[in-house]
């Protein structure tokens, strides 16, 4: 078979997650390229090289190998700053690709500016590309404001990828919408896929045997809140909220908080630590917040599974990849009622849906779920189906290489039945 060519300019799948600029695309890259990897197509995966002792390839899996792309100072940069040394990027990757006597089938570009340096080498190597955003501008722009740190021209290049790309990926509904309404998007050229979990990372725990692991207190009601230490993420509303169910419904919940740039919990190397600690204190409740660190993807079931539901209220999110693995541990999910956590949570029936920036709202469900554990340990039960039934990285990988097989014009190695995203959403 051709290569297939996962492009992440930023977001390297080799890079921990949970850290400044290192999410939810990284999960989404080195997943999805294992599972390919798994299914027989050799994958590449181009990413800047931000360290000076990085190798040019690294093996990263079976079929799998990153290449670490000069362009910039090979150092860390943050993503806001890269978009001067996409050109750079673009030309050794071309270059790359076109020594590769294989060939490659298919582009696959992650984040805008992956985007501008694969339609460099799309238009001199007609290899097709197949794009997905992880975010857009323009949506980014509307939540963030003056905070955005991009510059306008994102804008612009984005709309270049909508026209000229083979296929736009949207990983959820919401996402669709946008592109079509904010970007003038083909409806035909979009594809629905979502993001996923794996099975063999995030599997249920038994509460007592993971909280035992992790030195939890048996039978106190626990918060989980996990991922990315940023502003948007809305972190600030759920440390609100644990005190708003103090005050409004004399509930004493803890709250974890896992994540930064540090595995032990430092406002130095995570400034956000600091911003969430005052208000921790004005709210009443330092006792009751515990930060914890950065922590390995192979810990990261044990905290979903010790946890008696898992909160996540970001501002805006365009899929949001903790609340699908939340939902594999067996635990419910009180999520934002925003962007892909909209289509993942089901309301009611595997957690619930609450405004952004709203403490009381999340305060109120928090107090439901802490006062039946029967009806939460329920939600977890169809949060886990669901998940299993339509959010597996090995089912994504399986669209995804009906995508790259569609667009490149070639068949795929089987055929998937797959149930429609607007059944995925109602289900």
């Known amino acids: ?40 197509y050799p994958v590449d ?40 040394y996409m050109n750079a990027f673009g030309d050794y990757m071309t ?43 323009k949506v980014r722009r509307l939540h963030q404001g003056t905070a955005d740190g991009f510059p306008d021209s994102r804008f612009a290049i984005e709309e270049q990828l909508v026209r000229e790309s083979d296929c736009i990926v949207a990983e959820c509904p919401q996402d669709r919408h946008d592109l079509i309404r904010l970007y003038d998007a083909n409806p035909s050229s979009i ?23 992790l030195g939890w207190v048996p039978g106190e009601f626990s918060v989980l809140q996990l991922g990315r230490m940023v502003p948007r993420k809305g972190i600030d509303n759920v440390v609100r909220a644990i005190g ?20 032990q919990p430092s406002p130095a190397a995570t400034p956000e630590i600091g911003r969430l600690q005052k208000i921790a204190a004005e709210e009443g409740v330092s006792d009751l917040v515990t930060f914890v660190g950065r922590r390995g993807r192979d810990q990261l079931r044990l905290f979903y599974s010790a946890a008696n539901v898992f909160v996540t209220t970001p ?49 109120a469900r928090l107090a439901r779920l802490a006062c039946d554990p029967i009806l939460a340990e329920r939600m977890g039960a169809a949060g886990r189906r669901r ?8 089912g994504v990988a399986a669209r995804m290489e009906s995508v790259y097989s569609r667009v490149a014009n070639v068949p795929a190695t089987e055929t998937v039945q797959q149930a429609p995203v607007a059944a995925q959403v109602a289900a």
Not at 6 to 24: F, K, Q, R, T
């Open 315 to 363: 501002w805006y999110e365009p899929f949001g990849i903790t609340p699908v693995e939340a939902m594999a541990c067996g635990v419910p999910v009180v999520g934002a009622s925003v962007g892909g956590i909209r289509s993942t949570v089901l309301n009611g029936r595997t957690g619930y849906l609450v405004p952004p920036r709203d403490p009381a709202a999340l305060a």
């Open 387 to 394: 998940a299993d039934t339509h959010f597996t990285w090995a």
């Open 95 to 137: 270059q790359f690709m076109a020594n590769e006597r294989a060939g490659y089938m298919v582009m696959h570009a992650n984040f805008f500016m992956s985007g501008l340096a694969a339609l460099r080498a799309k238009q001199s190597l007609g290899i097709p590309l197949v794009t997905t955003f992880h975010a857009l501008g």
């Open 244 to 263: 708003e169910l103090r005050r409004a419904y004399g509930i004493r919940a803890r709250l974890y908080i896992v994540g930064g740039n540090s595995d």
């Open 1 to 40: 078979m051709r290569r297939i060519a996962l492009i992440s300019e930023h977001a390297s799948p080799l890079a921990g997650p949970g850290s400044v600029d290192s999410g939810g695309q990284n999960i989404y890259v080195a997943q999805l390229a294992r599972h390919l990897g798994k299914r027989g």
């Open 45 to 84: 995966v181009f990413t800047r090289r931000d360290k000076g002792l990085l190798p040019d390839t690294v093996a990263m899996a079976p079929n799998v190998r990153v290449v670490h792309v000069p362009a910039g100072p090979a150092v860390h940069v943050p993503k806001e700053q890269l978009l001067p």
């Open 191 to 213: 594809e629905t896929v979502p993001c996923g979990f794996d099975g063999d990372e995030f599997t249920p725990v038994p509460r007592a045997e993971a909280r035992r692991a």
